[in-house]
T-cell receptor, first 113, second 116 residues
Framework: DAKTTQPPSMDCAEGRAANLPCNHSTISGNEYVYWYRQIHSQGPQYIIHGLKNNETNEMASLIITEDRKSSTLILPHATLRDTAVYYCIVRAVRAGNNRKLIWGLGTSLAVNP | NAGVTQTPKFRVLKTGQSMTLLCAQDMNHEYMYWYRQDPGMGLRLIHYSVGEGTTAKGEVPDGYNVSRLKKQNFLLGLESAAPSQTSVYFC???????????????FGEGSRLTVL
């Protein structure tokens, strides 16, 4: 599975949109982009995933560039509870491929009042 | 519906002692995983299981053993604990990955282990 690159930290004002970038320039055609977050010392939580089209759910939106070499996770109206470490991961869609995930250090997002 | 439950949540051991971490899931997922998380490092896979009665080594399996006698439980054992095994341990589960890129991981709340 491809590796990803994320900024180590970001700040965002409460109520504003938080845009978290991720670079995955070596992604291959059968790999999806997944986002997870980890609040304080809790277990990571799945947020969203996508292949090439933009995706939206109740938590966030995922924008993937046309060449699929980068993506942006958007939290439209960040709250203090969104303060967490956000992980961008790519994985192939084959059974059992969670065993090959490469977890980096993610982006530590601080939402400020 | 508890999801993924880990016990114990905290434990302090002396070097050489043994212990078992239990992961229990009620989501009927096929896959289960044990990770460790250390400061300055990403999550690292210790062992995983693709179904009842099967286990396999992950990235950092040395010093650990696992068993999956029942589909809903995945046990992580430390036979002779070492200070290097001081860490936060996370259990995770996932269902079979499908064509639309499912198979996301569901994590427990973690077990903090200190080995003195």
């Amino acid at each position: 599975d491809a590796k990803t690159t994320q900024p180590p930290s970001m700040d965002c004002a409460e109520g504003r949109a938080a845009n978290l970038p991720c670079n995955h320039s070596t992604i291959s055609g059968n790999e999806y982009v997944y986002w997870y977050r980890q609040i304080h010392s809790q277990g990571p939580q799945y947020i969203i995933h996508g292949l090439k089209n933009n995706e939206t759910n109740e938590m966030a939106s995922l924008i993937i560039t046309e060449d699929r070499k980068s993506s942006t996770l958007i939290l439209p109206h960040a709250t203090l509870r969104d303060t967490a470490v956000y992980y961008c991961i790519v994985r192939a869609v084959r059974a059992g491929n969670n065993r090959k995930l490469i977890w980096g250090l993610g982006t530590s997002l601080a939402v400020n009042p | 519906n508890a999801g993924v439950t880990q016990t114990p949540k905290f434990r302090v051991l002396k070097t050489g002692q043994s212990m078992t971490l239990l992961c229990a899931q009620d989501m009927n997922h096929e896959y289960m995983y044990w990770y460790r998380q250390d400061p300055g490092m990403g999550l690292r896979l210790i062992h995983y299981s693709v179904g009842e009665g099967t286990t396999a080594k992950g990235e950092v399996p040395d010093g650990y053993n696992v068993s999956r006698l029942k589909k809903q439980n995945f046990l992580l054992g430390l036979e002779s604990a070492a200070p290097s095994q001081t860490s936060v341990y996370f259990c995770a589960t996932s269902k079979l990955a499908g064509g639309r890129g499912t198979g996301e991981l569901f994590f427990g709340e973690g077990s903090r282990l200190t080995v003195l």
